[in-house]
């Protein structure tokens, strides 16, 4: 039941300590996740209403079924992004089809998580290269902020990319609304101040530095209600300045809808793009969070939650979710053991629901466009590419094409840019593993790499490192090496292939050494192997290449060297 339901885990032996310290984490990240899910319902082009329907059964779904004790899942900003451009594809917003598109792209996205984790293919993760997902959450935030902007501004705009969204403002800033203009800066100021300024103000007033922090994540609340106020007080509508309006009160209904094919034709491939990067930034902040309080964060199992949590937000009239960076670090920071501060948190949440919805009549877009950008600056790091470019120039100009493509051409593109990018950026490094020639550390039974070390070496015998399993991607580079070695060195007699790093031989790669034995053997040059492991000696030997190589194998580099050395013979052809 443990590894089906991991919540049954934590449950055993639960304290009233726990509860105590659950509660308090729900309470406050039920604070900040109200105006959160607002604002991103706004981003995703939703009803507000939507946004609080997406964090009540999800949270439960995933405090069940989900790995991590301290992962808070709901509406996220990159989420809630890719989800306004794929139904920007599909269906005009403010209209019922858009929401219902909503709805399946949470229920594909949940299914096609739950079969991935049922086919314990939590794996394929490690294939999407790191410093590209950062570009494209970089270059998303961007996006974000630019397009919250007209929100800011009281104006109409529209795009799906930096150059469309720029035009769209340019256009329309002869139309700014002042009120809404100051409204939305105040807040955007306030909410930075509250970042820095705030915290140093709570600690003069006794706060601890941790629980100032804390009571800070409320500002974006302290936002909501001052706006509220004066655009009730000041009749600000009739000014111009564009509200929420009317929330329906009360909890979701549950139910599974009807969806035509040809609708999931066209949002099966969007609902994949948001659950790869939706579940990438989730067991990132999971693994991060629970390696803090070494705790596991099972991979397959997250796939699992989060394909729940996902299906739940569908059945519940939801959009797609995930694990959120900053509502997980809140939770955690606020002492929360346990999902149960989760499933306290959609208690709360659907109370907001019941009781709170008309007093939100009166909330200002401004005030929510504000939150959005103020949370999403954020996710902007820049410092990405300064970080690569001087670690790996190939990986500085995938994060590169990955932001530059996002940004002129849309999030669905630089999605798709940054899989390709990792995906190349895998099959370059396995093509071309590195490869060294080495030599004996003399007074030592170690061997390096000739170009670093002082080292021994004599011509007629070139050992050669792979510091790589040999698969179809890179046999032939190793082929080339060798022959272009060989050709260079007349002198040769023995090539001894140093396999200590060697996990795995594939078919293709067989193949190659094969080839590679007949060639140095026509030439008069035996091939060798040493440090050879154990499975990889037990299918080199099913294969019967044992019985057909021109040299030996030999147990150690070191064994091969001294008995090759004095050997100037070679193979008889």
């Known amino acids: 039941m443990a590894r089906v339901v991991p919540a049954v885990t ?38 507000a209403e939507v946004g609080l329907y997406a964090s009540i059964a999800p949270l439960v779904a995933y405090a069940l079924f989900g790995s ?111 009120y809404t203009l100051l409204l939305g800066a105040g807040v955007v100021g306030f909410l930075f101040w509250s970042r820095r300024g705030a915290v140093a103000l709570l600690q003069r007033c006794s706060l601890s530095r941790n629980a100032a922090a804390l009571v800070v ?35 979701p209904s549950f139910a599974w809808p009807s969806f035509s094919l040809a609708l999931i034709q066209q949002l ?58 900053s509502r997980s670090v809140v939770n955690f920071d606020a002492g929360a053991e346990t999902q149960l501060a989760s499933i306290f948190t959609a208690i709360g949440i659907a109370l907001a629901a019941i009781f709170l919805t008309p007093f939100l009549y009166y909330l200002p877009k401004a005030t929510l466009a504000a939150t959005i950008i103020v949370a999403v600056l954020s996710l902007v790091d820049f410092s990405i590419l300064q970080k690569t470019w001087r670690f790996s120039p190939s990986d500085f100009f995938a994060v590169l094409v990955t932001i530059v493509v996002t940004l002129l051409f849309g999030v669905e593109a630089g999605v798709s840019c940054g899989v390709v990018a990792s995906i190349v950026l895998f099959l370059y490094r396995t093509s071309k593993p590195h490869i060294a020639e080495v030599g004996l550390v003399e007074g030592t039974e170690h061997f390096r790499n000739i170009k670093r070390h002082a080292v021994l070496t004599v011509p007629q015998v070139l050992t ?87 040299g030996k194998i030999f147990f150690t580099q070191y064994q091969a060297f001294s008995e090759l050395r004095h050997n100037s013979t070679g193979c008889s052809t």
Request: proline share 3%; glycine share 10%.
């Open 10 to 47: 934590w449950l055993r032996g639960y304290s009233l300590a726990s509860l105590h310290r659950d509660l308090l984490a729900a309470v406050i990240v039920t604070i900040m996740l109200i105006p959160q899910s607002l604002a991103y319902a706004l981003l995703a082009g939703l009803p």
């Open 68 to 178: 991590s004790r301290t992962l808070s899942v709901g509406p996220v900003a990159v989420a809630s992004l890719m989800s306004a451009a794929a139904l920007g594809q599909v269906a005009a917003q403010g209209t019922a089809d858009y929401l219902s598109a909503a709805v399946l792209l949470a229920i594909l996205s949940g299914l096609f998580l739950l079969l991935l984790g049922i086919l314990r293919l939590g794996f394929l993760a490690n294939f999407l290269s790191h410093p590209v997902i950062s570009g494209f959450i970089t270059a998303s935030g961007i996006l974000i902020a630019f397009s919250q902007l007209k929100h800011l501004m009281g104006i109409s705009a529209h795009g799906d990319n930096l150059p469309e969204l720029l035009h769209s403002m340019y256009a329309g800033l002869g139309n700014i609304n002042l």
């Open 217 to 251: 994540k409320a500002a974006p609340v302290v936002g909501v209600i001052v706006t509220v106020l004066l655009a009730s007080g000041f009749d600000l509508e009739s000014r111009g300045v564009k509200l929420v309006g009317e929330i329906p009160s009360g909890l």
């Open 268 to 325: 099966w491939m969007p609902a994949v793009m948001i659950s790869i990067i939706g579940y990438v930034e989730s067991i990132s902040v999971g693994k991060t969070l629970g390696a803090k309080r070494r705790q596991k964060v099972d991979m397959n199992q997250e796939l699992i939650g989060l394909g729940a949590a996902n299906m739940a937000s569908g059945v519940s009239g939801g959009f797609p979710v995930t694990g959120g960076f």
């Open 464 to 550: 050669i490192r792979v510091d790589e399993s040999l698969m179809f991607s890179n046999a032939a580079f190793l082929e080339e090496r060798i022959y272009a070695d060989v050709a260079s060195n007349p002198e040769i007699r023995h090539v001894i292939l140093m396999c200590s790093a060697v996990n795995e031989i594939d078919w293709s790669a067989l193949e190659t050494l094969e080839s590679i034995n007949v060639q140095l053997a026509e030439g008069g040059v035996c091939l060798h192997l040493s440090e050879v492991k154990g499975p990889v000696m037990d299918s080199l030997q099913r294969s019967g290449f044992l019985n057909e190589i021109s």
